[in-house]
């Protein structure tokens, strides 16, 4: 537990040692506060909630997490310290589910710097606060999806741009799984349990359940499913490609 | 054989259709510096890497202080301090921080931490360079970060690959001084591949080629095994060598007598004993009978790069046991 904490905390400081912490939440604030503006029509609603707000999320996130969770293994492997680390005294589990949380609370961190956007909500008007919370859950639930997306295929590679493309690619599968343009692309001639399955994959159809305030234990079981599988995949991958 | 520290058993690792290690077995025992030869490719580090934990052994196995590496792979790495060929170390990371966290994850308690890295910042001397990021240290800063990190916990067991590589011949003599130092309360494994290490810290050395253990013994053994053990190298004018060389090879226990230039007009004669035999003593009674102006005599202890080739090349000819 002590040495998960430890590795925790070196990757947590890792992301502030480079410029990639600064210019990673900078990105994400000015484009977070654009969409909701411009695309979300923010002030022309006329209502004192941050509906436009989270909406975007999926797509800022779909090329955002990747760029967080790309270094993670990528970067060990490239440098050596893979064989640092892991002759350390620290299981592959403790190592993988430290870095997947660092990332995470990384993460939570450049969300939590939204924090205007509500204060604004509340100067304009009295917006449902628990309905905000319910957002700001969702949202960081979301970002956990993606991130384990993006750490587990940096396992694969020891190219940082490659695990970056790859995992954007495969995120954006999840995104846009449930849109009516892919599921009438099968609903013609695929059977209707697989249009429920590819359909029952989206991230968007889940993650609007949980920011409109219904936490339903299927979106639950969802995420963290999801979550387990990759970090279980992650821990396969990088004992499979220890020795090349 | 004292109590043995590494007990490496039948231990095997492919790579698809490679075989990079073919069952070797040895054992370590407390206060010996093994030294591990062989020519690149040989095995070496891919060994050390599944006695490190980080490889798994695709047969056999390896105990460390009782605990095998296979079942028990966390208590093993508790008990190494082990240096990765390369020396990797975070390069964002300063060399203190570093240490810093090595020491959380091998669990040293936060009060003991500070002397903990501190000996070993002490031990390697790394004082002057703590505070900076490691990308921005020198070749041997870094070598020397990433022995600081394996004497951290003050191990039982060491394994270093290729410690001495890349630092300049000062730093050389202070990490062997160091790795002697040690020597007799842990066990302790370096790989190298340069010979005169062997001389200088090891007590023992096994030699790897192809996969596999060749060869096992002393440094005086391998140096046994040399056509120049016991040769002896003599010096004189040019004038008196014909003479000289011709009343030598005559002499009882020679086998051959080679000439090379010894500068200045000199001659360097070459006297090659025939195996077992000493002739050093002999053969200074024939240079004072004849009164030959000797300006050098040495007896050789023999060349390791010699038995090196002729082990690596023609597997298992001469060894000393194997």
Not at chain 1, 114 to 128: E, H, R
Not at chain 1, 138 to 151: D, E, M, N, Q, T
Not at chain 2, 216 to 221: C, K, Q, S
């Amino acid at each position: 537990m002590r040495e998960t904490l430890a590795v925790f905390r070196r990757e947590f400081a890792a992301y502030f040692a480079t410029p990639l912490a600064y210019v990673f939440i900078v990105i994400f604030l000015v484009l977070a506060g654009a969409v909701t503006f411009f695309l979300g029509n923010f002030f022309a609603r006329g209502q004192a909630d941050l509906e436009p707000f989270f909406m975007f999320h999926p797509w800022l996130y779909l090329f955002l997490i990747p760029a967080i969770g790309m270094r993670l293994w990528a970067e060990e492997r490239k440098s050596g310290t893979i064989e640092l680390l892991l002759t350390l005294p620290i299981s592959l589990t403790g190592a993988v589910i430290a870095k997947y949380l660092a990332a995470w609370a990384f993460a939570g961190v450049a969300l939590a710097l939204t924090f205007p956007f509500w204060i604004t909500v509340n100067y304009l008007g009295s917006p449902d606060n628990g309905a905000i919370l319910a957002g700001y859950m969702g949202s960081f639930v979301l970002a956990g999806a993606y991130l384990a997306i993006g750490v587990c295929l940096s396992a694969l590679t020891r190219n940082q741009v490659i695990a970056f493309v790859v995992a954007c690619a495969v995120c954006f599968i999840f995104t846009v799984s449930g849109t009516s343009v892919v599921l009438n692309f099968f609903s013609g001639w695929a059977p209707r349990l697989m249009v429920d399955t590819i359909a029952s994959f989206s991230f968007m159809t889940h993650y609007q359940a949980i920011t409109r305030g219904v936490i339903d234990l299927r979106d639950v079981v969802f995420f963290g499913s999801l979550v387990a599988f990759c970090l279980y995949a992650n821990v396969v991958i990088v004992e499979w490609k220890k020795g090349g | 054989m004292a109590e043995p520290m590494i007990e490496i058993d039948n231990l095997g690792k492919r790579f698809g259709a490679i075989v990079a290690v073919d069952g070797i077995s040895l054992k370590v025992a407390r206060g010996e510096v093994l030294g591990f030869l062989g020519p690149n490719g040989a095995g070496k580090s891919t060994t050390m890497k599944m006695v490190a934990g980080f490889l798994s052994p695709t047969s056999g196995t390896a105990r460390v202080c009782g605990f095998d590496v296979v079942e028990h792979p966390i208590e093993v790495k508790r008990r190494i301090g082990y240096l990765p060929e390369g020396a990797p170390a975070y390069p964002d990371m300063t060399a203190e921080g570093f240490l810093r966290f090595c020491a959380d994850v091998r669990g040293i308690a936060a009060g003991e931490r500070a002397a903990r890295v501190g000996r070993a910042v002490e031990l390697t001397q790394l004082a002057s360079v703590l505070y900076q990021p490691i990308e921005t240290l020198s070749k041997g800063f870094k070598r020397r970060v990433g022995l600081a990190q394996a004497l951290l916990h003050d191990p039982e067991v060491l394994i270093l690959d290729e410690p001495t590589d890349g630092l300049d011949p000062n730093q050389k003599h202070e990490v062997r001084g160091l790795i002697r130092a040690m020597a007799a309360e842990k066990a302790i494994v370096i790989s190298t591949h340069i010979l005169e290490e062997v001389d200088a810290v090891c007590s023992r050395a096994v030699v790897i080629a192809g996969g596999k253990l060749v060869a096992d013994g002393t440094p005086a053994e391998y140096e046994a095994l040399s056509r120049h053990h016991n040769a002896v190298s003599v010096t004189l004018p040019a004038a008196r060598s014909a003479e000289a060389r011709d009343a030598i090879k005559s002499m009882a226990g020679v086998a051959d007598v080679e000439l090379a230039d010894g500068g200045e007009g000199r001659v360097r004669l070459v006297v090659m004993p025939k195996r077992g035999q000493e002739i050093a003593q002999t053969l200074r009674g024939l240079c004072a009978d004849k009164d030959w102006p000797i300006s050098e005599f040495h007896v050789e202890r023999g060349k390791l790069d010699d038995v090196f080739r002729a082990i690596t090349t023609a597997k298992g000819k001469e060894q000393p046991h194997a």
